[in-house]
């Protein structure tokens, strides 16, 4: 390999990493607000933490960056649309939330996702051209029977169904000749 590894052929690669379709809501000055993030993961069982990235030029940085406490909901495979809703640019709040049904209001907790995850921000970091949020679980539900939403070389897809796996056969150390 020659040259430097750049922006571009991480975003190529990552292509084929599939991630969960999340979508945070939150509060900014009283209204509801909301964005679709590729970045969601866990970071600690104890404490409970999960953290997530914002590009800087998002729209929704600076109100996300400020807000004390959110929620993530981990979109269900039929909810794609909802995805993308969030992830277009330039709606105002009224405009984000009018199609949305919510199952608790205070919360912003989406309707029908797999499952949802009440935040208390613990940490900021700038990372390039990104802020890293890590955020304390205070309150957490997951819905049986839904399937997740992924997102995965450009599309959403939904989850496959469940592979056997069987161990290799062991290996017998025993059997091996020392020199």
């Known amino acids: 390999m020659s040259g430097a590894f750049t922006g571009e052929g991480l975003r190529r690669v990552m292509r084929y ?16 607000r909301g964005m679709t993030i590729g970045s969601f993961t866990s970071v600690s ?26 929620t993530v909901n981990i979109l269900a495979e039929d909810q794609a649309a909802i995805g993308q809703h969030f992830a277009t640019s330039g709606l105002d709040s009224e405009e984000q939330f009018a199609p949305i049904e919510l199952m608790d209001a205070e919360r912003l907790i989406i309707d029908g996702t797999v499952a949802s995850l009440h935040c208390e921000t613990t940490a900021r970091h700038r990372a ?17 029977g839904r399937r ?10 939904s989850l496959g169904e469940s592979m056997e796996v069987s161990l290799f056969a062991p290996v017998n150390r025993a059997s091996k000749e020392t020199p």
């Not at 390039?128 to 049986?144: F, K, N, P, Q």
């Not at 939403?149 to 599309?155: E, F, G, I, K, P």
């Open 148 to 157: 997740p939403l992924l997102y995965h070389n450009r599309t959403y897809r």
């Open 45 to 70: 069982v104890d404490p409970p933490l999960i953290l997530f990235n914002v590009d800087r030029q998002s729209g929704s940085h600076d109100a996300i960056n400020e807000a004390p406490r959110f």
């Open 128 to 144: 390039g051209d990104s802020t890293i949020i890590v955020a304390r679980v205070l309150e957490g539900s997951g819905y049986d």
């Open 17 to 32: 990493v599939p991630s969960p379709v999340t979508v945070i809501t939150f509060f900014s000055n009283d209204e509801p």
